[in-house]
């Protein structure tokens, strides 16, 4: 049989708490004379906000006076309910691959500036691939996910889309190639409203998730400077993400979104089936409100068509 499991509301008790005790450790010194024996650490985990057994929120509560139910979260709809996200009107991901555009360059001399008509007509192009709509699930992330993150908060991993017509892949003015960067993508939850200090949060996760990607020739792997820049940057996250969760009742929520990739060149269509391809992700970081349990976002993505044999 399950343990039933609540959430106290932060305010509520530690309001509650103050009028009678000035701090956790003298409710949990008096808790064992009224047979409600609580400790200070258990305390301090229902002021946070933090799900207790029912039972020991009973006990919390009776001690000062209150039913549970008067002190409980009260959760808003969008709160108890699995979050819904469609991001399938922005264009996330290219259909080719960057190794393709080189591939495709090598057939030419620099001198030669061939159509781009011709990259359209030897690999197939957005008109030949398939362009879903699919659902990734979002759910909530380790200390070790959003660590993680680090190595796509500006990713080397990139795709291009074929729909510029006069571009010969050299760059410069007017012959930019459209690459889409598979960096790091934020969500946040449309009811958030954010004040200074969830901002202030923030801002330095973002900056320490920038410090780990970042690479220069100075930097060197295995080195003590490196190593202590990996532990400060653990160490800073961490902190940001455990205050988000205990005073602001936030929490990131993790998950990938996958799509197809054109790799080589040839001189067959993609109809005949022989064409390489790959597959590309994008990792994706949402903050919402600490009760949601998953996100489901809806994302546009390529698939290869498959030749059945």
Not at 5 to 22: E, G
Not at 124 to 142: C, D, F, H, Q
Request: hydrophobic share 35%; aromatic share 8%; net charge neutral.
């Amino acid at each position: 049989m399950a343990i039933k499991t609540i959430s106290l509301d932060p305010k509520k008790t530690k309001r509650a708490r103050s009028t009678l005790y000035a701090n956790p450790k003298a409710m949990a010194e008096d808790s064992g004379t009224r047979n409600y024996k609580i400790s200070e650490r258990t305390i301090r985990s229902i002021e946070e906000g933090k799900k207790v057994k029912l039972s020991t929120a009973e006990n919390y509560s009776t001690i000062l006076g209150y039913g549970v139910n008067e002190l409980a979260k009260i959760h808003t709809s969008e709160e108890v309910t699995n979050l819904e996200i469609d991001v399938s009107s922005t264009q996330i991901f290219g259909s080719c691959s960057e190794n393709l555009l080189k591939d495709w360059r090598s057939h030419y001399s620099e001198d030669d500036k061939p159509p781009w008509s011709d990259l359209d007509i030897v690999r197939g192009t957005e008109r030949e691939m398939s362009n879903y709509v699919k659902i990734a699930t979002l759910v909530p992330a380790s200390l070790e996910q959003i660590l993680d993150c680090a190595t796509d908060y500006k990713s080397c991993s990139k795709s291009f889309l074929q729909n510029k017509s006069h571009s010969h892949g050299f760059g410069g003015e007017l012959n930019q190639v459209p690459y889409i960067n598979h960096d790091l993508i934020w969500l946040l939850q449309s009811s958030i409203t954010p004040d200074e200090m969830i901002v202030g949060k923030l801002e330095l996760i973002q900056k320490e998730l920038s410090v780990a990607n970042f690479n220069s020739p100075e930097k060197v792997p295995h080195s003590a400077e490196s190593m202590v820049q990996q532990l400060k940057t653990s160490f800073i996250i961490r902190e940001q993400v455990n205050s988000l969760n205990n005073q602001n009742q936030l929490r990131f929520l993790f998950g990938e979104l996958l799509s197809e990739c054109v790799n080589t060149f040839t001189k067959k269509t993609l109809a005949q089936g022989d064409f390489e391809y790959s597959q590309v992700k994008r990792k994706v970081l949402m903050l919402c409100h600490n009760t949601v349990e998953l996100a489901q976002v809806k994302y546009s993505s390529w698939e290869v068509p498959k030749v059945i044999s």
